[in-house]
Protein backbone atom coordinates (compact mmCIF):
# COMPACT_ATOMS: atom_id res chain seq x y z
CA UNK A 1 0.00 0.00 0.00
CA UNK A 2 0.72 3.56 -0.71
CA UNK A 3 1.20 6.08 1.85
CA UNK A 4 -0.89 9.35 0.82
CA UNK A 5 1.00 11.85 2.92
CA UNK A 6 -0.90 14.76 2.10
CA UNK A 7 -3.70 12.73 3.42
CA UNK A 8 -3.01 12.52 6.72
CA UNK A 9 -1.33 15.95 6.95
CA UNK A 10 -4.57 17.63 6.32
CA UNK A 11 -6.49 15.04 9.20
CA UNK A 12 -4.12 15.99 12.00
CA UNK A 13 -4.54 19.68 11.03
CA UNK A 14 -7.87 18.97 11.50
CA UNK A 15 -7.85 16.94 14.45
CA UNK A 16 -5.67 19.91 15.72
CA UNK A 17 -8.36 22.52 15.06
CA UNK A 18 -11.05 20.59 16.86
CA UNK A 19 -9.13 20.05 20.32
CA UNK A 20 -7.93 23.89 20.33
CA UNK A 21 -11.86 24.55 20.12
CA UNK A 22 -13.21 22.01 22.39
CA UNK A 23 -10.06 23.08 24.68
CA UNK A 24 -11.35 26.54 24.30
CA UNK A 25 -15.15 25.97 24.93
CA UNK A 26 -14.87 23.87 27.69
CA UNK A 27 -12.06 24.94 29.74
CA UNK A 28 -10.43 28.31 29.11
CA UNK A 29 -13.82 30.10 28.34
CA UNK A 30 -14.79 28.06 31.92
CA UNK A 31 -12.50 28.91 34.31
CA UNK A 32 -14.18 31.63 35.83
CA UNK A 33 -16.45 29.00 36.92
CA UNK A 34 -13.80 26.82 38.52
CA UNK A 35 -12.65 29.78 40.15
CA UNK A 36 -15.81 30.27 41.89
CA UNK A 37 -16.43 27.07 42.68
CA UNK A 38 -12.92 25.74 44.09
CA UNK A 39 -14.17 26.10 47.99
CA UNK A 40 -16.54 22.99 46.77
CA UNK A 41 -14.05 21.07 44.70
CA UNK A 42 -11.35 21.36 47.60
CA UNK A 43 -14.19 20.09 50.06
CA UNK A 44 -15.15 17.69 48.23
CA UNK A 45 -11.35 16.54 47.32
CA UNK A 46 -10.69 16.79 51.22
CA UNK A 47 -13.74 14.71 52.02
CA UNK A 48 -13.06 12.06 49.78
CA UNK A 49 -9.23 11.68 51.29
CA UNK A 50 -10.95 11.47 55.15
CA UNK A 51 -12.57 8.38 53.67
CA UNK A 52 -9.80 7.11 52.19
CA UNK A 53 -8.07 7.54 55.47
CA UNK A 54 -10.93 6.16 57.73
CA UNK A 55 -11.52 3.35 55.46
CA UNK A 56 -7.58 2.42 55.81
CA UNK A 57 -7.26 2.65 59.36
CA UNK A 58 -10.38 0.85 59.81
CA UNK A 59 -8.84 -1.78 57.87
CA UNK A 60 -5.90 -1.54 60.02
CA UNK A 61 -7.63 -1.62 62.94
CA UNK A 62 -9.38 -5.07 62.48
CA UNK A 63 -6.51 -6.30 60.78
CA UNK A 64 -5.12 -6.47 64.36
CA UNK A 65 -7.73 -8.04 65.66
CA UNK A 66 -8.08 -11.06 63.72
CA UNK A 67 -4.16 -11.93 63.88
CA UNK A 68 -1.83 -12.35 66.35
CA UNK A 69 2.05 -12.61 66.54
CA UNK A 70 3.41 -15.60 67.14
CA UNK A 71 6.71 -18.01 67.57
CA UNK A 72 8.40 -18.98 64.40
CA UNK A 73 10.85 -20.94 63.17
CA UNK A 74 14.39 -20.98 62.98
CA UNK A 75 17.22 -18.76 64.86
CA UNK A 76 19.89 -19.77 67.77
CA UNK A 77 19.32 -19.44 71.64
CA UNK A 78 22.51 -18.96 73.64
CA UNK A 79 22.20 -19.92 77.14
CA UNK A 80 24.61 -19.48 79.89
CA UNK A 81 24.95 -22.59 82.16
CA UNK A 82 27.06 -23.05 85.44
CA UNK A 83 29.98 -25.12 86.03
CA UNK A 84 32.44 -27.23 84.13
CA UNK A 85 30.99 -29.50 81.48
CA UNK A 86 33.96 -32.70 80.88
CA UNK A 87 31.36 -34.96 79.33
CA UNK A 88 28.36 -34.97 77.53
CA UNK A 89 27.33 -38.57 78.71
CA UNK A 90 24.39 -38.27 80.85
CA UNK A 91 25.61 -41.51 82.86
CA UNK A 92 28.43 -38.92 84.50
CA UNK A 93 26.60 -35.85 84.30
CA UNK A 94 26.86 -33.76 87.68
CA UNK A 95 27.30 -29.87 86.62
CA UNK A 96 24.90 -27.83 85.62
CA UNK A 97 26.02 -27.57 82.11
CA UNK A 98 26.17 -31.35 81.66
CA UNK A 99 23.12 -31.88 83.05
CA UNK A 100 21.51 -29.17 80.52
CA UNK A 101 23.58 -30.87 77.99
CA UNK A 102 22.02 -34.56 78.56
CA UNK A 103 18.62 -32.90 78.84
CA UNK A 104 18.47 -31.03 75.22
CA UNK A 105 20.18 -34.32 73.72
CA UNK A 106 18.75 -37.13 75.16
CA UNK A 107 15.32 -38.91 75.71
CA UNK A 108 13.97 -40.61 78.78
CA UNK A 109 11.00 -43.29 79.24
CA UNK A 110 9.22 -40.56 81.64
CA UNK A 111 9.75 -36.86 82.55
CA UNK A 112 7.70 -34.00 83.73
CA UNK A 113 5.50 -31.48 81.95
CA UNK A 114 5.45 -27.56 82.12
CA UNK A 115 2.66 -28.23 85.35
CA UNK A 116 5.19 -30.55 87.15
CA UNK A 117 3.71 -33.89 86.65
CA UNK A 118 5.11 -37.02 85.74
CA UNK A 119 4.31 -38.10 81.97
CA UNK A 120 5.39 -40.50 79.42
CA UNK A 121 8.12 -39.61 76.41
CA UNK A 122 9.34 -42.26 75.22
CA UNK A 123 6.63 -44.15 77.34
CA UNK A 124 3.66 -44.91 76.39
CA UNK A 125 2.37 -46.64 79.80
CA UNK A 126 3.73 -48.46 82.83
CA UNK A 127 1.66 -51.10 83.69
CA UNK A 128 2.08 -52.45 87.33
CA UNK A 129 0.93 -56.09 87.95
CA UNK A 130 -1.56 -57.39 90.70
CA UNK A 131 1.83 -58.01 92.69
CA UNK A 132 3.03 -54.54 92.25
CA UNK A 133 6.77 -55.91 91.58
CA UNK A 134 6.41 -56.24 87.68
CA UNK A 135 5.84 -53.53 85.45
CA UNK A 136 5.29 -53.78 81.77
CA UNK A 137 6.25 -50.69 79.76
CA UNK A 138 5.15 -49.52 76.10
CA UNK A 139 7.43 -47.53 74.38
CA UNK A 140 6.30 -45.23 71.24
CA UNK A 141 7.53 -46.98 68.02
CA UNK A 142 8.66 -43.65 66.12
CA UNK A 143 11.13 -42.74 68.53
CA UNK A 144 14.93 -42.38 66.30
CA UNK A 145 17.87 -42.02 67.47
CA UNK A 146 19.85 -38.62 65.54
CA UNK A 147 21.23 -41.51 63.05
CA UNK A 148 17.88 -42.28 61.78
CA UNK A 149 17.84 -45.89 63.60
CA UNK A 150 15.07 -47.13 66.11
CA UNK A 151 15.02 -46.58 69.60
CA UNK A 152 14.20 -49.89 70.59
CA UNK A 153 13.57 -51.66 74.05
CA UNK A 154 16.63 -53.23 73.86
CA UNK A 155 18.65 -49.91 74.00
CA UNK A 156 16.46 -49.09 77.64
CA UNK A 157 17.71 -52.51 78.96
CA UNK A 158 21.67 -52.03 77.68
CA UNK A 159 21.48 -48.49 79.83
CA UNK A 160 19.85 -49.94 82.46
CA UNK A 161 22.66 -52.49 82.84
CA UNK A 162 24.93 -49.97 82.35
CA UNK A 163 23.90 -48.14 85.30
CA UNK A 164 23.76 -51.64 87.33
CA UNK A 165 27.52 -51.96 86.75
CA UNK A 166 29.94 -50.51 88.54
CA UNK A 167 32.60 -50.69 85.86
CA UNK A 168 31.11 -47.84 84.54
CA UNK A 169 31.26 -45.88 87.69
CA UNK A 170 28.11 -44.15 86.60
CA UNK A 171 27.02 -41.56 89.41
CA UNK A 172 26.31 -43.45 92.36
CA UNK A 173 22.34 -42.62 92.77
CA UNK A 174 21.87 -44.29 89.44
CA UNK A 175 23.54 -47.81 90.56
CA UNK A 176 22.18 -47.42 93.79
CA UNK A 177 18.31 -47.43 92.10
CA UNK A 178 18.81 -50.23 89.84
CA UNK A 179 21.41 -52.85 91.39
CA UNK A 180 18.27 -54.84 92.19
CA UNK A 181 15.85 -54.03 89.29
CA UNK A 182 16.34 -57.20 86.71
CA UNK A 183 14.33 -55.52 83.06
CA UNK A 184 13.84 -57.54 79.88
CA UNK A 185 12.74 -56.94 76.14
CA UNK A 186 9.79 -58.53 75.38
CA UNK A 187 10.03 -57.06 72.06
CA UNK A 188 11.39 -54.25 70.28
CA UNK A 189 8.72 -51.83 72.37
CA UNK A 190 8.04 -53.74 75.06
CA UNK A 191 9.73 -54.06 78.57
CA UNK A 192 9.48 -56.41 81.72
CA UNK A 193 11.09 -54.41 84.60
CA UNK A 194 10.65 -57.03 88.13
CA UNK A 195 11.44 -55.19 91.49
CA UNK A 196 12.57 -57.02 94.91
CA UNK A 197 9.93 -55.58 96.83
CA UNK A 198 6.80 -53.34 96.12
CA UNK A 199 8.08 -49.78 95.23
CA UNK A 200 5.37 -46.97 95.17
CA UNK A 201 7.82 -44.78 93.28
CA UNK A 202 8.84 -46.83 90.72
CA UNK A 203 7.16 -44.78 87.70
CA UNK A 204 9.67 -41.70 89.04
CA UNK A 205 12.75 -43.55 88.51
CA UNK A 206 12.02 -44.44 85.07
CA UNK A 207 13.42 -40.68 84.36
CA UNK A 208 16.69 -41.79 83.38
CA UNK A 209 18.50 -40.73 79.82
CA UNK A 210 18.50 -43.59 77.31
CA UNK A 211 21.81 -44.53 75.79
CA UNK A 212 22.20 -46.03 72.07
CA UNK A 213 23.12 -49.71 72.54
CA UNK A 214 24.14 -50.09 68.76
CA UNK A 215 26.78 -47.41 69.16
CA UNK A 216 28.37 -48.31 72.57
CA UNK A 217 27.71 -52.52 72.68
CA UNK A 218 30.93 -53.35 71.55
CA UNK A 219 32.61 -50.82 74.18
CA UNK A 220 33.49 -52.41 77.84
CA UNK A 221 31.69 -50.47 80.66
CA UNK A 222 34.92 -49.34 82.73
CA UNK A 223 35.99 -47.48 79.53
CA UNK A 224 32.59 -45.82 78.43
CA UNK A 225 33.47 -42.70 80.40
CA UNK A 226 36.28 -41.98 78.33
CA UNK A 227 35.36 -42.90 75.00
CA UNK A 228 34.44 -40.78 72.14
CA UNK A 229 30.92 -40.83 72.46
CA UNK A 230 31.34 -38.68 75.59
CA UNK A 231 32.51 -36.18 73.47
CA UNK A 232 30.29 -36.48 70.29
CA UNK A 233 26.94 -38.19 71.23
CA UNK A 234 24.09 -39.43 69.16
CA UNK A 235 21.01 -39.32 71.37
CA UNK A 236 17.34 -39.19 70.46
CA UNK A 237 15.98 -35.80 71.86
CA UNK A 238 14.90 -32.49 70.46
CA UNK A 239 18.80 -31.55 69.62
CA UNK A 240 21.30 -33.04 67.88
CA UNK A 241 25.14 -32.68 68.94
CA UNK A 242 27.26 -30.40 66.49
CA UNK A 243 30.07 -28.75 67.84
CA UNK A 244 32.24 -28.94 71.04
CA UNK A 245 34.87 -26.38 71.66
CA UNK A 246 36.91 -24.31 74.26
CA UNK A 247 35.67 -20.40 74.01
CA UNK A 248 39.31 -19.77 75.97
CA UNK A 249 42.86 -21.47 76.36
CA UNK A 250 42.61 -22.74 79.26
CA UNK A 251 39.67 -24.53 78.15
CA UNK A 252 37.69 -23.98 81.22
CA UNK A 253 35.05 -21.91 79.54
CA UNK A 254 33.49 -24.29 76.48
CA UNK A 255 30.28 -23.44 74.08
CA UNK A 256 28.70 -26.63 73.21
CA UNK A 257 26.48 -26.39 69.98
CA UNK A 258 23.03 -28.17 68.58
CA UNK A 259 21.02 -27.92 65.73
CA UNK A 260 17.35 -29.06 65.90
CA UNK A 261 16.52 -32.75 65.48
CA UNK A 262 13.79 -32.04 62.60
CA UNK A 263 12.43 -35.64 63.09
CA UNK A 264 11.80 -35.52 67.09
CA UNK A 265 8.86 -37.92 67.95
CA UNK A 266 7.16 -34.75 69.83
CA UNK A 267 7.25 -32.66 66.83
CA UNK A 268 10.63 -30.39 65.57
CA UNK A 269 11.76 -27.51 67.80
CA UNK A 270 10.89 -24.06 66.45
CA UNK A 271 14.89 -22.84 67.44
CA UNK A 272 17.19 -23.81 64.58
CA UNK A 273 20.59 -24.45 66.83
CA UNK A 274 20.84 -24.30 70.65
CA UNK A 275 24.42 -23.51 72.36
CA UNK A 276 25.12 -23.81 75.66
CA UNK A 277 27.66 -21.67 77.26
CA UNK A 278 30.06 -22.53 80.41
CA UNK A 279 30.81 -20.05 83.18
CA UNK A 280 33.00 -20.80 86.43
CA UNK A 281 30.50 -17.89 88.36
CA UNK A 282 27.12 -16.55 88.62
CA UNK A 283 28.76 -13.33 88.27
CA UNK A 284 30.19 -14.16 84.96
CA UNK A 285 26.51 -15.75 83.89
CA UNK A 286 25.43 -12.19 84.98
CA UNK A 287 27.54 -10.44 83.04
CA UNK A 288 27.13 -12.50 79.85
CA UNK A 289 23.55 -11.90 80.31
CA UNK A 290 24.14 -7.65 80.45
CA UNK A 291 26.33 -7.59 77.45
CA UNK A 292 24.36 -9.67 75.55
CA UNK A 293 26.42 -12.73 75.11
CA UNK A 294 23.91 -14.80 75.98
CA UNK A 295 20.13 -15.28 74.94
CA UNK A 296 18.85 -16.62 78.69
CA UNK A 297 20.42 -18.07 81.77
CA UNK A 298 19.56 -19.26 85.50
CA UNK A 299 20.79 -16.30 88.62
CA UNK A 300 20.65 -16.13 91.93
CA UNK A 301 17.66 -13.72 93.22
CA UNK A 302 20.25 -10.58 94.31
CA UNK A 303 21.58 -11.26 90.39
CA UNK A 304 18.17 -10.69 88.81
CA UNK A 305 17.31 -7.56 90.88
CA UNK A 306 20.34 -5.58 88.69
CA UNK A 307 18.69 -7.14 85.37
CA UNK A 308 15.27 -5.90 85.52
CA UNK A 309 14.36 -3.71 82.73
CA UNK A 310 12.44 -4.07 79.73
CA UNK A 311 15.58 -5.85 78.31
CA UNK A 312 14.85 -9.04 79.89
CA UNK A 313 12.05 -11.25 81.41
CA UNK A 314 12.18 -12.78 84.53
CA UNK A 315 10.23 -16.30 85.55
CA UNK A 316 10.81 -17.32 89.43
CA UNK A 317 10.16 -20.95 90.34
CA UNK A 318 10.20 -23.16 93.64
CA UNK A 319 11.49 -26.40 93.29
CA UNK A 320 10.85 -29.81 94.45
CA UNK A 321 14.52 -29.54 96.57
CA UNK A 322 14.71 -28.35 100.86
CA UNK A 323 17.44 -26.85 102.19
CA UNK A 324 18.51 -27.75 105.84
CA UNK A 325 20.77 -27.43 108.18
CA UNK A 326 21.77 -31.07 108.68
CA UNK A 327 22.51 -32.48 112.38
CA UNK A 328 25.27 -35.02 112.66
CA UNK A 329 23.64 -36.80 115.18
CA UNK A 330 26.53 -39.15 116.14
CA UNK A 331 28.89 -35.58 116.83
CA UNK A 332 29.55 -35.46 120.58
CA UNK A 333 27.52 -32.24 120.89
CA UNK A 334 24.78 -33.37 118.65
CA UNK A 335 24.46 -37.15 120.00
CA UNK A 336 22.30 -34.81 122.62
CA UNK A 337 19.10 -34.57 121.63
CA UNK A 338 18.49 -31.81 123.46
CA UNK A 339 21.00 -29.66 121.82
CA UNK A 340 19.56 -30.21 118.57
CA UNK A 341 16.27 -29.61 120.04
CA UNK A 342 17.21 -26.02 121.56
CA UNK A 343 19.01 -25.14 118.15
CA UNK A 344 15.29 -26.08 116.61
CA UNK A 345 13.42 -23.64 119.32
CA UNK A 346 15.78 -21.05 118.82
CA UNK A 347 16.17 -21.66 114.97
CA UNK A 348 13.62 -18.36 112.85
CA UNK A 349 13.43 -19.32 109.47
CA UNK A 350 11.79 -15.78 108.44
CA UNK A 351 14.41 -13.96 109.61
CA UNK A 352 16.51 -16.42 107.88
CA UNK A 353 15.46 -15.95 104.51
CA UNK A 354 14.84 -12.44 104.34
CA UNK A 355 18.38 -12.38 105.35
CA UNK A 356 19.49 -12.85 101.23
CA UNK A 357 16.17 -11.07 100.21
CA UNK A 358 14.41 -14.01 98.70
CA UNK A 359 11.08 -15.35 98.00
CA UNK A 360 11.49 -18.69 98.44
CA UNK A 361 9.17 -20.64 100.40
CA UNK A 362 9.65 -22.29 104.11
CA UNK A 363 9.86 -25.89 104.06
CA UNK A 364 9.65 -27.25 107.80
CA UNK A 365 9.51 -30.90 107.42
CA UNK A 366 11.43 -33.17 105.02
CA UNK A 367 8.62 -33.11 103.04
CA UNK A 368 7.62 -30.47 99.84
CA UNK A 369 4.61 -28.48 101.23
CA UNK A 370 1.69 -30.34 99.57
CA UNK A 371 3.13 -33.63 100.01
CA UNK A 372 1.28 -34.64 103.06
CA UNK A 373 -2.53 -33.77 103.28
CA UNK A 374 -4.95 -33.88 106.64
CA UNK A 375 -5.47 -32.33 110.13
CA UNK A 376 -2.22 -35.07 111.65
CA UNK A 377 0.36 -33.82 109.77
CA UNK A 378 2.67 -32.28 112.74
CA UNK A 379 4.10 -28.56 112.51
CA UNK A 380 7.73 -27.85 113.96
CA UNK A 381 7.06 -25.06 116.98
CA UNK A 382 7.21 -22.36 117.05
CA UNK A 383 10.86 -19.76 117.93
CA UNK A 384 11.15 -19.26 120.98
CA UNK A 385 14.43 -18.65 122.43
CA UNK A 386 12.95 -18.54 125.92
CA UNK A 387 12.33 -22.02 125.76
CA UNK A 388 15.71 -22.82 124.07
CA UNK A 389 17.72 -21.47 126.95
CA UNK A 390 15.53 -23.02 129.23
CA UNK A 391 16.07 -26.51 127.11
CA UNK A 392 19.96 -26.06 127.51
CA UNK A 393 19.76 -24.95 131.33
CA UNK A 394 18.34 -28.18 132.17
CA UNK A 395 20.83 -29.94 129.78
CA UNK A 396 23.45 -29.24 132.37
CA UNK A 397 25.28 -26.88 129.76
CA UNK A 398 25.10 -23.90 131.92
CA UNK A 399 26.40 -20.42 130.43
CA UNK A 400 30.04 -19.01 131.53
CA UNK A 401 30.39 -15.76 130.47
CA UNK A 402 29.38 -15.45 127.15
CA UNK A 403 29.55 -19.35 126.01
CA UNK A 404 27.50 -22.22 127.69
CA UNK A 405 29.89 -25.22 128.94
CA UNK A 406 28.77 -28.53 130.35
CA UNK A 407 31.61 -31.06 132.71
CA UNK A 408 34.19 -28.43 130.95
CA UNK A 409 33.16 -29.14 127.51
CA UNK A 410 32.52 -26.07 125.39
CA UNK A 411 29.17 -25.81 123.88
CA UNK A 412 30.70 -25.12 120.17
CA UNK A 413 29.91 -26.43 116.32
CA UNK A 414 30.73 -25.60 112.68
CA UNK A 415 28.70 -25.17 110.06
CA UNK A 416 29.73 -26.42 107.14
CA UNK A 417 28.40 -25.86 104.02
CA UNK A 418 29.49 -24.59 100.03
CA UNK A 419 30.53 -21.47 98.21
CA UNK A 420 27.39 -20.23 97.27
CA UNK A 421 25.90 -16.55 98.09
CA UNK A 422 22.65 -17.70 99.95
CA UNK A 423 23.99 -20.34 101.16
CA UNK A 424 27.02 -17.94 103.07
CA UNK A 425 23.92 -15.81 104.18
CA UNK A 426 22.06 -18.41 105.67
CA UNK A 427 24.82 -19.89 107.34
CA UNK A 428 25.37 -16.20 108.45
CA UNK A 429 22.17 -16.58 110.16
CA UNK A 430 22.14 -19.50 111.74
CA UNK A 431 25.30 -18.37 113.12
CA UNK A 432 24.56 -15.27 114.72
CA UNK A 433 21.07 -16.31 116.16
CA UNK A 434 23.03 -19.93 117.92
CA UNK A 435 25.32 -17.56 119.33
CA UNK A 436 23.02 -15.43 121.06
CA UNK A 437 22.28 -19.01 123.22
CA UNK A 438 26.04 -19.01 124.41
CA UNK A 439 26.74 -21.33 121.61
CA UNK A 440 30.38 -20.98 120.21
CA UNK A 441 29.68 -20.92 116.08
CA UNK A 442 31.98 -21.38 113.26
CA UNK A 443 31.82 -21.61 109.66
CA UNK A 444 33.42 -23.84 107.33
CA UNK A 445 32.65 -22.71 103.66
CA UNK A 446 34.00 -24.75 100.87
CA UNK A 447 34.13 -24.17 97.32
CA UNK A 448 33.61 -27.20 95.44
CA UNK A 449 35.22 -25.51 92.16
CA UNK A 450 38.38 -25.26 93.42
CA UNK A 451 40.09 -28.71 92.20
CA UNK A 452 41.52 -29.54 95.47
CA UNK A 453 38.63 -29.60 97.31
CA UNK A 454 37.16 -32.67 96.92
CA UNK A 455 34.02 -32.30 99.08
CA UNK A 456 32.19 -35.51 98.45
CA UNK A 457 35.15 -37.67 99.85
CA UNK A 458 36.89 -35.55 102.60
CA UNK A 459 33.52 -33.73 103.89
CA UNK A 460 29.68 -35.97 102.28
CA UNK A 461 31.29 -39.01 103.05
CA UNK A 462 33.00 -39.25 105.79
CA UNK A 463 30.66 -37.11 107.75
CA UNK A 464 33.27 -34.56 108.51
CA UNK A 465 30.69 -32.14 109.59
CA UNK A 466 28.59 -30.75 113.02
CA UNK A 467 25.86 -29.34 110.83
CA UNK A 468 25.89 -29.32 106.96
CA UNK A 469 23.93 -26.64 105.27
CA UNK A 470 22.95 -28.62 102.24
CA UNK A 471 20.23 -28.81 99.48
CA UNK A 472 18.26 -32.26 99.51
CA UNK A 473 16.34 -33.19 96.47
CA UNK A 474 13.02 -34.16 97.06
CA UNK A 475 11.12 -34.96 93.99
CA UNK A 476 7.57 -34.87 93.32
CA UNK A 477 7.06 -37.69 94.86
CA UNK A 478 7.41 -38.17 98.91
CA UNK A 479 9.57 -41.02 99.29
CA UNK A 480 12.73 -39.90 101.58
CA UNK A 481 13.89 -42.99 102.43
CA UNK A 482 17.60 -42.60 101.03
CA UNK A 483 17.86 -39.44 103.26
CA UNK A 484 16.26 -40.52 106.52
CA UNK A 485 16.43 -44.28 106.86
CA UNK A 486 19.52 -45.68 108.96
CA UNK A 487 20.36 -47.97 106.50
CA UNK A 488 21.31 -45.30 104.37
CA UNK A 489 23.48 -43.39 106.86
CA UNK A 490 27.10 -44.77 105.86
CA UNK A 491 29.95 -43.53 103.56
CA UNK A 492 27.72 -44.39 100.26
CA UNK A 493 24.57 -43.41 101.81
CA UNK A 494 22.38 -39.95 101.46
CA UNK A 495 21.19 -39.54 105.74
CA UNK A 496 23.60 -37.02 106.14
CA UNK A 497 22.88 -36.49 109.67
CA UNK A 498 23.00 -40.25 110.80
CA UNK A 499 19.97 -40.30 111.56
CA UNK A 500 18.03 -43.54 113.15
CA UNK A 501 14.84 -43.96 115.13
CA UNK A 502 13.18 -47.56 114.60
CA UNK A 503 9.90 -46.06 114.07
CA UNK A 504 10.63 -43.67 111.80
CA UNK A 505 12.59 -46.61 109.94
CA UNK A 506 9.27 -48.86 109.93
CA UNK A 507 6.95 -45.35 108.51
CA UNK A 508 9.70 -45.45 105.90
CA UNK A 509 9.45 -48.70 104.56
CA UNK A 510 6.14 -49.25 104.80
CA UNK A 511 5.52 -46.00 103.00
CA UNK A 512 7.36 -46.89 99.75
CA UNK A 513 5.73 -50.72 99.61
CA UNK A 514 1.89 -49.54 99.62
CA UNK A 515 0.46 -48.45 96.54
CA UNK A 516 -2.48 -47.16 98.05
CA UNK A 517 -2.16 -42.83 98.45
CA UNK A 518 -4.20 -42.60 101.82
CA UNK A 519 -2.14 -45.03 103.29
CA UNK A 520 1.23 -43.76 102.31
CA UNK A 521 -0.12 -40.39 103.64
CA UNK A 522 -0.56 -42.14 107.12
CA UNK A 523 2.56 -43.52 107.18
CA UNK A 524 4.95 -40.53 105.98
CA UNK A 525 2.72 -38.26 108.55
CA UNK A 526 3.90 -41.26 111.52
CA UNK A 527 7.36 -40.31 109.94
CA UNK A 528 7.12 -36.62 110.08
CA UNK A 529 5.91 -36.72 113.91
CA UNK A 530 9.18 -38.59 114.47
CA UNK A 531 11.27 -36.66 112.82
CA UNK A 532 9.96 -33.32 114.84
CA UNK A 533 10.50 -34.96 118.09
CA UNK A 534 14.06 -36.06 117.47
CA UNK A 535 15.05 -32.72 115.49
CA UNK A 536 17.91 -34.13 113.20
CA UNK A 537 17.62 -31.53 111.10
CA UNK A 538 15.72 -27.92 110.75
CA UNK A 539 14.60 -27.17 107.29
CA UNK A 540 15.55 -23.59 105.95
CA UNK A 541 13.99 -22.72 102.98
CA UNK A 542 12.86 -24.30 99.51
CA UNK A 543 15.39 -23.08 96.72
CA UNK A 544 13.78 -20.76 94.29
CA UNK A 545 15.05 -21.14 90.42
CA UNK A 546 15.56 -17.53 88.81
CA UNK A 547 15.71 -17.28 84.62
CA UNK A 548 16.50 -15.02 83.05
CA UNK A 549 15.75 -14.25 79.49
CA UNK A 550 15.42 -11.77 76.51
CA UNK A 551 12.51 -10.16 75.84
CA UNK A 552 12.76 -11.05 72.41
CA UNK A 553 12.81 -14.44 73.36
CA UNK A 554 10.05 -16.85 73.90
CA UNK A 555 11.20 -19.58 76.66
CA UNK A 556 9.72 -20.50 79.90
CA UNK A 557 5.59 -20.08 80.53
CA UNK A 558 4.39 -17.95 83.20
CA UNK A 559 2.55 -20.92 84.64
CA UNK A 560 5.25 -23.65 84.53
CA UNK A 561 6.25 -25.55 87.52
CA UNK A 562 9.30 -27.18 88.38
CA UNK A 563 10.59 -30.23 89.52
CA UNK A 564 14.01 -29.37 89.16
CA UNK A 565 15.92 -27.07 87.16
CA UNK A 566 16.14 -29.01 84.01
CA UNK A 567 11.97 -28.72 83.68
CA UNK A 568 12.67 -25.58 82.47
CA UNK A 569 12.81 -27.59 79.20
CA UNK A 570 9.37 -29.16 79.21
CA UNK A 571 8.35 -26.85 76.73
CA UNK A 572 11.48 -26.53 74.79
CA UNK A 573 10.17 -27.41 71.61
CA UNK A 574 8.56 -24.35 71.54
CA UNK A 575 11.34 -21.84 72.43
CA UNK A 576 11.82 -19.18 69.99
CA UNK A 577 13.67 -15.84 68.84
CA UNK A 578 11.73 -15.40 66.01
CA UNK A 579 8.02 -13.62 65.93
CA UNK A 580 5.52 -13.54 63.01
CA UNK A 581 2.02 -12.10 62.75
CA UNK A 582 -0.46 -14.86 61.75
CA UNK A 583 -4.95 -15.04 61.47
CA UNK A 584 -6.25 -16.37 64.37
CA UNK A 585 -8.40 -19.46 64.24
CA UNK A 586 -12.03 -18.95 64.58
Known sequence: MKIDRRTISKRVKKAEGATTRHAQRFIVHRMDSVRSARRHIVGWLVLVGVLIAASGAQLLWYQKSYQVTAADSGGSYAEATLGSLDTLNPLFASSDSEATASELLFSSLYT????????????????????????????????????????????????????KNSETRAKRSLQATWEDVTVKAVDRTTLKFTLP????????????????????????PAAIRENTYSRSPIGSGPFKFSLLQSANNDGVKKVVKLNANEKYYEGAPKLARFEIHTYQSQDEITSALKTGEVNGGSVPPSSASQLKNDKFNIYTKPVDSGVYALFNTISPILKDKSVRLALQAATDTKTLRQSFQSNAPAIDLPFISGQLTGPNVPKVPLPNAAKA???LDKAGWNRVGDVRKKGGQELALTITTTKSDQYE?????????????????????????????NFVQN???????????????????PDIY???????????????????????????????????????????????KEWVRDAPAIGLYQPVYTYVSGTSSRTLSSSSRFDSATDRFANITDWSVRTKSVYKTP
Not at 136 to 152: E, F, I, M, N, Y
Not at 442 to 453: A, H, L, R, Y
Not at 459 to 477: C, K, M, S
Not at 487 to 507: E, I, K, L
Open 482 to 528: AYWHSSQSGTTGYNFSNYSNPVADTALASARSRLEPELRNAKYISFA
Open 389 to 391: NAI
Open 425 to 453: KAAESLSKQWRDLGITVKTNVIDVNEPTS
Open 112 to 163: YDTAGKLHGDLAESATPDKTGRIYSVKLRPDARWHDGRQLTAEDVVFTVNLM
Open 459 to 477: TLQPRNYDVLLYELLIGAD
Open 197 to 220: AVYAAFPYALTFAVLPQHVLKNVT
